[in-house]
Structures are given as structure tokens and as C-alpha cells.
């Protein structure tokens, strides 16, 4: 555990980000292309198995949200209009928290809500032959799977909204702050920030997440 919570903002690398977080946020980019290219190539397959896998992922990173390190939790970084306003309001320097500023948690809140609507409308879905359906189809009628289709659409379209978002605001951090987003989320740690270390979790609480997300997906696909 971390006992020296003071802000820091020497060139000593701070550990900001916990390795659960980071494998979920590059698992959720390798799951996403996945989806897009297998639906884009009919390999309906494969499309439901990264269907199943970003399910997964979702479900432990919003255990992980509440069970996690203390960059991870939703109670960080997920602020009122108040606290959005005041970050704007202050300068760069008085963000003290290791993780997400209020814009980025915000953000991040909206990409997991997008993409969870996005797996769970498609497991109600099925094809104009209704050939390859989602797992949950037989529960709604073809017209209202179909309906769903095109909103399972609609939803991928705002995703990748939100993922141009996300590469645009990491380019400024790096063009204009000269911060290296991505960096951090590979290694876990930034340089020159003022910000108080991450505060992690004993190892064993990932073990109740996977079990979670193993079984619900376990029953969906069932």
C-alpha cells in the first residue's frame, strides 16, 4: 500500500493506473476493431465471441470501478456539475488525484455505458435471414430484433464518435502539454505531474471480478 498520499510533482515516475485497468482499456481497443472488422466482413462468429469478451471486460471494469484501486473507482473521477466546473475553472497544477480529470471520468463513464448498450442490444439481434442471431433473440420478435439491428448500428456509430474524441484529446495532451497519455496507460506511470500515487487494492480482489464476468457470461452464452 501507498502510505505518502502529498502530491508530487518532481520527474520521479508516479504510478497512476493498476495493470487490471490497463489490460481491460487495451483489451476493450483489440475488442472493439474486432467487432467492427468482423461485422464488416460477415464473420459472424467470431463477431459473437468479441460480442461475448467485451461483455466480459465490461462487467469486471464496472466491479473493478467500485472494488479497485483508487484511480479505478467510479467515486474518483465521476464528479457533479459543481466539481466539472471548478476543474475548469483551476489551473492544470491544482488537480491533485491520480487517474482521470472530471471531463476525462465523465467521458469514460459515457464510453462504458455506449459500449454495454451496445453488447447487450446485441445479444437480442438477428440478421435479415435470420440465420445469426444473438444468443438472447428468441426472447423478442424478429421485427423488434431487427429494430435492434439498426440501433446496435446507431450506437457503434456513437461509439467511434467517442473514440475520435479520445484520440483527439490524447493528441493535444501530447502536442500542446506534451504529455504522453498513452504512455502512462502502457506503464502505469507518469513524470511531472502533480498528482498524489495511485492507492491500490490487495491482489485478491480480481479474483471475485473474473469470477463475476466469467459467469455472466457463462449464462448469457448458455
Known sequence: MVNDTRATSNDTAIRIWDWPVRLTHWLFV?????????????????HRY??????????????????GSSSARFSQFLRGP??????????RAAHRDAGHNPLGGWSVAVMLTLMLAQVLIGLF????????????SHLVSFDTSRTLAEIHEVVFNAILVFVGLHIAAILFY?????????????????????????????AWRILPGIALASGVVWWIAN
Open 50 to 67: 468479441s460480442g461475448y469478451a467485451l461483455l466480459g471486460l465490461l462487467v469486471f471494469r464496472i466491479y473493478w470501478g467500485f472494488a
Open 82 to 91: 459543481s466539481g466539472i466546473v471548478a476543474y475548469i475553472r483551476e489551473s
Open 30 to 46: 483489440f475488442c472493439i476493431t474486432l467487432s467492427w472488422w468482423t461485422a464488416e466482413e460477415n464473420v459472424m462468429d467470431w
Open 125 to 136: 439481434v438477428s440478421d435479415v435471414d435470420g440465420i445469426e442471431s444473438g444468443p438472447l
Open 174 to 202: 501530447l502536442l500542446v502539454r506534451k504529455d504522453n497519455l498513452v504512455v502512462a496507460m502502457l506503464t502505469g506511470h507518469r513524470r511531472n505531474v502533480p498528482v498524489k500515487p495511485m492507492l491500490p487494492v490487495p
